[in-house]
């Protein structure tokens, strides 16, 4: 149980469309707890979205390249509800499969399912969970790679998640049937108390 009740249907008109704006138009699942908590605070809800929605449609980073990221700040915080959703829907969607998913969670080098480019993605999530910043080492690595305006995005993208994920994990939320378990193998050091 969460620590906020969600909204549950039937909904009023108007959080009805604000849930709904946060679905990809291919999701075939019911509105996940996360926004039909988010739905009960409506003004803020909208300013999220104008927000969160860009990060995934019109954005600069590749759809791959995107979901590295996501999933590696997810399991950097542990967050089960947040990864379970990405390794579910999006992640398969940009390539990713299901044991680079777990591996990104798990926190080991996926070395031999890595290339050049996601190893240096891994990296940037990591150095910025670990220390709030990036060593130029790190910032002219994944520069190879992604251009100036590319890396503000890719800064903002795992800030934004950092968030998405401190909420999921405050609120408990436990995920949805339609998303991919945890990994049973996440080292204990890494596990959250919670339900």
């Given at each position: 149980m969460s620590r906020i009740d969600p909204l549950e249907p039937p909904y009023e008109p108007e959080d009805e469309a604000g849930i709904l704006r946060w679905i990809h138009p291919e999701a075939d699942f019911e509105p996940p707890t996360l926004f039909r908590i988010l739905q009960r605070h409506p003004d803020l809800t909208r300013r999220l979205q104008a927000v969160g929605g860009r990060l995934h449609v019109g954005g600069l980073l590749d759809?791959?390249?995107?979901?590295?990221?996501?999933?590696?700040?997810?399991?950097?915080?542990s967050c089960a509800y947040e990864w379970g959703s990405h390794a579910a829907f999006h992640g398969p969607?940009?390539?990713?499969?299901h044991a680079l998913?777990?591996?990104?969670?798990?926190?080991?080098?996926p070395a031999l399912v890595l290339d050049d480019?996601?190893?240096s993605l891994v990296r940037f999530v990591?150095?910025?969970e670990e220390s709030g910043a990036l060593s130029q080492a790190t910032w002219d690595g994944v520069g190879r790679f992604?251009?100036?305006?590319?890396?503000i995005e890719a800064l903002v993208l795992v800030g934004w998640y950092r968030t998405m994920c401190?909420?999921?994990?405050t609120l408990l939320l436990v995920p949805e049937p339609w998303m991919r378990p945890?990994?049973?193998d996440v080292p204990e050091s890494r596990r959250r108390a919670g339900p």
């Amino acid at each position: 149980m969460s620590r906020i009740d969600p909204l549950e249907p039937p909904y009023e008109p108007e959080d009805e469309a604000g849930i709904l704006r946060w679905i990809h138009p291919e999701a075939d699942f019911e509105p996940p707890t996360l926004f039909r908590i988010l739905q009960r605070h409506p003004d803020l809800t909208r300013r999220l979205q104008a927000v969160g929605g860009r990060l995934h449609v019109g954005g600069l980073l590749d759809d791959r390249d995107r979901e590295v990221l996501v999933l590696r700040t997810c399991g950097r915080v542990s967050c089960a509800y947040e990864w379970g959703s990405h390794a579910a829907f999006h992640g398969p969607r940009a390539g990713i499969d299901h044991a680079l998913a777990e591996a990104l969670a798990i926190g080991r080098e996926p070395a031999l399912v890595l290339d050049d480019r996601e190893r240096s993605l891994v990296r940037f999530v990591d150095e910025l969970e670990e220390s709030g910043a990036l060593s130029q080492a790190t910032w002219d690595g994944v520069g190879r790679f992604l251009d100036a305006e590319q890396r503000i995005e890719a800064l903002v993208l795992v800030g934004w998640y950092r968030t998405m994920c401190l909420l999921c994990n405050t609120l408990l939320l436990v995920p949805e049937p339609w998303m991919r378990p945890w990994p049973a193998d996440v080292p204990e050091s890494r596990r959250r108390a919670g339900p």
